[in-house]
């Protein structure tokens, strides 16, 4: 299964721009910061993430103010030029 839900702050955002399909898209970029626990012991974990929302969901998430937390769920796929990953995000739930 490929499924990712994250909390995060909205960092960055894109104009909207439309696919080929016609279909709105947001490029964003999320910034996630927490305290996991790995083998025991307690990680401070920090990194940037690149992602987009296509369709419906953008206009959720233009209404959405730079730095505001959410908690976004969806997939990962590669890129167009196959280096790195991009998180696809399918749902929002804002202010978490």
Do not use: C, W
């Amino acid at each position: 299964m490929n499924r990712l839900v994250l909390t995060a702050q909205l960092v960055e955002r894109g104009a909207t721009r439309y696919t080929p399909a016609g279909l709105p898209a947001l490029d964003l970029k999320l910034a996630h910061q927490s305290t996991v626990t790995e083998d025991g012991q307690a990680r401070q974990v920090s990194f940037e993430m690149k992602a987009v929302a296509i369709g419906a969901i953008t206009r959720r998430i233009a209404a959405l103010g730079l730095g505001e937390p959410v908690t976004v769920a969806g997939f990962l796929t590669a890129t167009r030029q196959g280096k790195g990953l991009i998180f696809h995000i399918t749902e929002v739930e804002p202010g978490t």
